[in-house]
């Protein structure tokens, strides 16, 4: 016969006395939380990659479009990509000392190292804030066909032009357009007048078009510069879709952790876990932090080199 102490722990395991798989329940509510984050973005990933076969001769080449490097001229293919994916991951070193110095019940190294994953996310955000910029504005201008086709301008070397250089010349135009902005009249033109330009798809498999092709195609057509959600200079607008919204959505996940990891911060230096005698929330939202990074992992291998 049951005795009421017994009846008693019955309940109390129904109201969260015991730990399943010897876990805490804030932490295991966090694993609950990434594993169902994880399946959100192999959703969208998985989406990116069927997209990407499917228009595959066609795609915008990764290292052709992040070019851009703060303070270096010319082309710097991925530089600028590698160095935030580098930040990022140091950080995340950082907040692995921040919760060891937490076992450890090192307040001051906890404060020091979660200062540093802070700034750590906070640069990674204002990166991509800086290269979201810099696709938006565009680089060299593109013809976009009454299909909604894309296409550049290329010289008789091979080489490709931008519109600063189609209608400046060589010598007085820029490798990018630098923001200014180009119609349709003076690109036709300046097309026209020149016999050695022609037009050519973007990606590995891109057709090439002869010289009339080319002038009759931007006579149809329009010019395009920079990208949005629905015109993309350097290829297919559906990359501009996911990049968009693959890397936005990771970016607020970023923010948003860079949020958590400053009140904890704050929390730290009040003393608030050193009154509790332990530091499980510098471990909890490291869980988090790490799952941050590794996505992005995921994010440069799929958007930047595959």
């Known amino acids: 016969m049951s005795s009421n102490a017994d009846l008693i722990q019955d309940t109390n395991h129904w109201g969260g006395g015991s730990r399943p798989m010897g876990a805490r329940y804030g932490k295991l509510m966090m694993w609950f939380f990434l594993l169902s984050d994880a399946l959100t973005f192999s959703g969208f990933l998985t989406a990116y990659g069927l997209m990407r076969f499917k228009y595959e001769s066609t795609w915008p080449i990764a ?3 992040f070019t851009h490097f703060p303070g270096l001229e010319g082309d710097q293919p991925l530089l600028y990509v590698a160095l935030m994916t580098f930040i990022l991951i140091m950080s995340s070193v950082t907040m692995v000392l921040a919760v060891n110095a937490g076992e450890k019940m090192k307040r001051g190294a906890v404060t020091n190292w979660m200062l540093w994953t802070i700034v750590g ?3 990674f955000v204002g990166s991509q804030a800086w290269e979201w910029y810099h696709f938006i504005m565009g680089d060299t201008g593109a013809v976009e066909t009454t299909r909604q086709e894309i296409l550049h301008v290329y010289n008789a070397d091979g080489e490709r032009l931008s519109f600063s250089q189609i209608v400046h010349g060589m010598e007085e135009g820029h490798a990018s357009n630098h923001g200014e902005i ?3 009249t003076e690109v036709l033109a300046s097309l026209k007048a020149n016999g050695a330009l022609y037009l050519k798809e973007p990606g590995k498999a891109g057709r090439t078009f002869t010289h009339a092709e080319s002038v009759a ?3 149809a057509g329009d010019v395009v510069q920079g990208a949005n959600m629905i015109h ?5 607008k559906q990359f ?3 990049f968009f919204f693959i890397t936005g959505f990771h970016g607020f996940h970023v923010f948003s952790g860079v949020v958590i990891n400053f009140v904890i ?3 730290v230096l009040l003393g608030t876990y050193e009154r509790r005698g332990h530091y499980r929330m510098v471990e909890k939202v490291g869980l988090y932090w790490h799952f941050v990074d590794l996505v992005w992992v995921f994010v440069f291998t799929f958007f930047y080199l595959v």
């Open 63 to 65: 290292e052709n479009v």
């Open 121 to 123: 996310g906070l640069i």
């Open 182 to 184: 180009f119609s349709k």
């Open 217 to 219: 195609y931007l006579e």
């Open 232 to 236: 993309n200079e350097y290829g297919r």
């Open 240 to 242: 501009a879709n996911f």
């Open 265 to 267: 911060f704050y929390n």
